[in-house]
C-alpha cells in the first residue's frame, strides 16, 4: 500500500509541474545596446557551458512568458515540498522510497478519469505482456508526445482485479532520478510482493541508456513486469539494440492510423484526420483548438519538443555521444535543434535538399498556378501575377530557415541524410519507392509523414503567406477564399494520397506498395504481390464525384500492357474517393474513408 494520500498527491503535484518544466527553456534573457540600437538573447547553462542565443523580436514575448512560468512553477515546486508536514515526511521515511510511486488504490484513483476513454489497437499488446507468459523481458512503450502512452497505462489500472492493482506499482521518473535511486525502489517493492511496475518518462534518467540492462537482468528475470515508457523514442531504440538486446519488446505508440483516429477519438472524416491527425489529443468539442497541430506556431513547437528536443537528448546521453557522426558539429554550436526542424519542415514542403541551403522556390506554388489557370469553372491567372520574391521572402520569415549566407555553419548533405535517418527510427518518417516504366532502371523515393496535421499546419502556413500579398488586394474576400480553398484543396489531395500510400504499406508488408510514373500521367498506388504475380493498380482523388478523367489511365491500353509486363496479371482497377462505392466502366470507386478503415 502507498504511503498516505496527502503525501501522495503533494508529490504528484510536484511531479506534474516537473514534467511541464521539462518542456520549457531554462536560463535568462539578456540584452545588449550595440551602436544605439537593443538586442536580446537567451542565456543558458547546457553541458556545462553558458551559452547565448539572438532572440528575433517576434519570438521575445513567447520566450519570456516560458521563461517566467519554469520560474513560477520552480517557486510552487518548492513551497510544495514546505508543505509536507513532518507526518508525511516520516510516512515517506517509513516506506523507504526515493522516487514518486504509487501504488494500491491510489491507481485506482490515477486510473479513473481513464475509464470511459476507447482503447488503442495497440493496447492488446500492453495487455498480453503484462498477463502472459513473457520470462526475462521487459516491455518498451515508447512514442512521441501525445500518442497516448500514460493513458494505456492507466486503462490497465482501470481494469485489473484489485487483487493485482495490490501487486502493482507506477512510478513516475523525473529528470533529477537516478538508476541507482530506482534499483533501491524496485528492490524495496519485489520484497513487497509487487509483480507488475510502471515506470513512466524513464527515459528522463541521464544514465538510463547505460544501464537500462538492470531491469532485464535482475528484476524481469526473477518474474516481475516491468514496462518501461516514455517520449524519447531514440533513446529507447539505442537501449533495445544494446543494453536490453533480445530482451525487451518494442511497443510503438507514434503512428495513429485513420481508422485509429475515428475509433477512439469519435472523430470522423478524412479531412479531420488530415488536418489533425497524428496524436491522441482528446478535448471533445474543442478538439480542434487544443490539437497540438490547430496552428503553425502549435506545430513548430511541436517539432521543437517533441521531436528535435526527443533526437538531442537521446545523442546527448548515449556514452561518448558516438551517434552524432557528423551532428556533432552541429550539436556543438548548438544548432541541432534548428537544422531538425528545418529538415521536417523541407520535408512537409515537398522541397529538394538543396531548398536548404539555396534561395527557396515553391513547388507548391507552380502547381496551383497551373490548376488555377485550367479551371473548366471559374479559370484565374491571379498566381501567375504574385509577387514571388516577396512571397518568398515572406515563407522564409515563417519558416525561420536560414539562407546559406545566414547561416553560421553549412547544412551539408550528410546531415541532412542522418536527421532524416532518426526521423525514420521515431516513425515519423517513411520512404515510399517510385517506379518507372518502361525505363525499370529509375527509381527515385516520395517521402510521407505519419503525422498529417503536422504536414496541413506547415502547408498552412505557405497558404497565408500568400494572401498577404499586394495582388491578392484586387480581390474581394470572396474570391480570396475561394483561391485559398483551391490551393488548400490540392494540398488535401496530395496529403491524402501519403496517407493512403503509408497505411497501404504499413498494411501489406509482404507486398509492394509504390507510385508507378509513364512519360505522361501515373498510377498513384500499385500494390504489387511477387510471390503470387499480380498487382492492383489505383488512382486516388480528393473529390467526392466521379468524372470519367479520374481513371484515364487505368483503362490506358499501353500503360496497363506495361504494367502486366513488368508486375504480372492486374487483379483490380480501383480510384479511391470520398464518395460512394461504385462501379463505372469496370473501375470500382471505393469510399477512401471505408478502404483505410478496412485496411488489416
Known amino acids: ?111 479513473r478519469s481513464v475509464r470511459t476513454y476507447k482503447k488503442r489497437e495497440c493496447f492488446n499488446q500492453l495487455y498480453d505482456y503484462i498477463y502472459g507468459d513473457f520470462k526475462d523481458k521487459v516491455l518498451i512503450l515508447y512514442g512521441l508526445r501525445r500518442t497516448g502512452k500514460t493513458t494505456m497505462i492507466r486503462q490497465i489500472f482501470a481494469d485489473m482485479q484489485k487483487s493485482d492493482l495490490a501487486c502493482s506499482a507506477f512510478i513516475q521518473i523525473t529528470a533529477k532520478n537516478t538508476l541507482a535511486e530506482v534499483n533501491h525502489d524496485l528492490k524495496i517493492l519485489q520484497k513487497q510482493g509487487i509483480k507488475f511496475v510502471f515506470l513512466d518518462e524513464v527515459t528522463l534518467m541521464e544514465d538510463f541508456i547505460e544501464g537500462a540492462a538492470l531491469f532485464s537482468d535482475i528484476f524481469a ?28 519488446i518494442l511497443l510503438h505508440t507514434t503512428f495513429i492510423s485513420y481508422r485509429e483516429f475515428e475509433m477512439v477519438l469519435g472523430i470522423h472524416g478524412i479531412d479531420e484526420y488530415i488536418r489533425y491527425g497524428g496524436t491522441m489529443s482528446m478535448s471533445g468539442i474543442n478538439y480542434n483548438e487544443n490539437s497540438p497541430f490547430a496552428d503553425k506556431k502549435k506545430a513548430d513547437e511541436y517539432v521543437d519538443t517533441a521531436i528535435a528536443r526527443n533526437i538531442q537528448h537521446s545523442l546527448r546521453c548515449y556514452q561518448y555521444e558516438n551517434h552524432f557522426r557528423n551532428l556533432k558539429d552541429l550539436y556543438e554550436k548548438d544548432e541541432l535543434t ?54 518568398t521572402d515572406s515563407i522564409k520569415k515563417l519558416l525561420n530557415i536560414l539562407n546559406k549566407e545566414e547561416q553560421k555553419i553549412d547544412i551539408k548533405h550528410i546531415h541532412a541524410l542522418e536527421v532524416k535517418e532518426y526521423l525514420d527510427l521515431l516513425d515519423l518518417t517513411c520512404d515510399i519507392d517510385v517506379l518507372f516504366l518502361p525505363d525499370v532502371s529509375t527509381k527515385t523515393t516520395r517521402t510521407l509523414i505519419s503525422q498529417p496535421g503536422l504536414r496541413y499546419a506547415q502547408s498552412g502556413a505557405l497558404i497565408n503567406s500568400l494572401l498577404i500579398d499586394k495582388e491578392f488586394s484586387s480581390l474581394s474576400f470572396a474570391e480570396r477564399k475561394t483561391v485559398q480553398e483551391r490551393i488548400l484543396s490540392e494540398i488535401r489531395g496530395r496529403m491524402l494520397e501519403d496517407i493512403v500510400l503509408l497505411e497501404t504499406k504499413i498494411s501489406n508488408p509482404k507486398q509492394q506498395v509504390f507510385v508507378l510514373q509513364f512519360p505522361v500521367g501515373e498510377f498513384d498506388m500499385v500494390i504489387f504481390d511477387p510471390d503470387a504475380g499480380n498487382c492492383k493498380i489505383f488512382e486516388i482523388k480528393h473529390s467526392d464525384k466521379v468524372v470519367s478523367t479520374q481513371y484515364r489511365h487505368l483503362v490506358d491500353i ?43
Open 558 to 600: 499501353k500503360k496497363c500492357a506495361d504494367t502486366e509486363h513488368r508486375f504480372g496479371t492486374i487483379l483490380g482497377k480501383y480510384v479511391l474517393y470520398r464518395g460512394e462505392n461504385k462501379i463505372i466502366d469496370g473501375i470500382q470507386y471505393l469510399n477512401v474513408e471505408e478502404y483505410l478503415r478496412n485496411l488489416a
Open 338 to 391: 534548428s537544422v531538425v526542424n528545418r529538415v521536417v519542415e523541407d520535408i512537409n514542403h515537398r522541397f529538394t535538399i538543396d531548398v536548404l541551403t539555396k534561395n527557396f522556390k515553391s513547388h507548391d506554388l507552380g502547381i496551383s498556378a497551373n490548376n488555377l489557370r485550367k479551371d473548366r469553372e471559374n479559370p484565374n491567372d491571379i498566381l501567375d501575377r504574385i509577387n514571388t520574391s516577396k512571397v
Open 1 to 111: 500500500m502507498g504511503a498516505d494520500m496527502t503525501f501522495n498527491e503533494t508529490n504528484n503535484r510536484i511531479a506534474e509541474f516537473q514534467e511541464k518544466i521539462a518542456s520549457l527553456p531554462i536560463g535568462s534573457i539578456t540584452k545588449k545596446t550595440v551602436n544605439g540600437k537593443t538586442y536580446f538573447y537567451h542565456r543558458f547553462t547546457e553541458n556545462k557551458k553558458r551559452r547565448e542565443k539572438f532572440i528575433p523580436a517576434q519570438d521575445l514575448d513567447d520566450l519570456k512568458a516560458k521563461i517566467d512560468l519554469r520560474k513560477k512553477l520552480e517557486k510552487e515546486i518548492k513551497d510544495l515540498k514546505k508543505q509536507l508536514d513532518v507526518e508525511d515526511l516520516s510516512s515517506l521515511q517509513e516506506s523507504g522510497f526515493i522516487t514518486n510511486i504509487l501504488m494500491g488504490e491510489d491507481l485506482r484513483l490515477f486510473a
Open 221 to 248: 528475470s526473477c518474474g516481475m513486469k516491468v514496462v518501461l515508457s516514455g517520449t524519447d523514442s531514440l533513446g529507447f531504440i539505442f537501449t533495445e539494440d544494446e543494453q536490453l538486446y533480445d530482451r525487451g
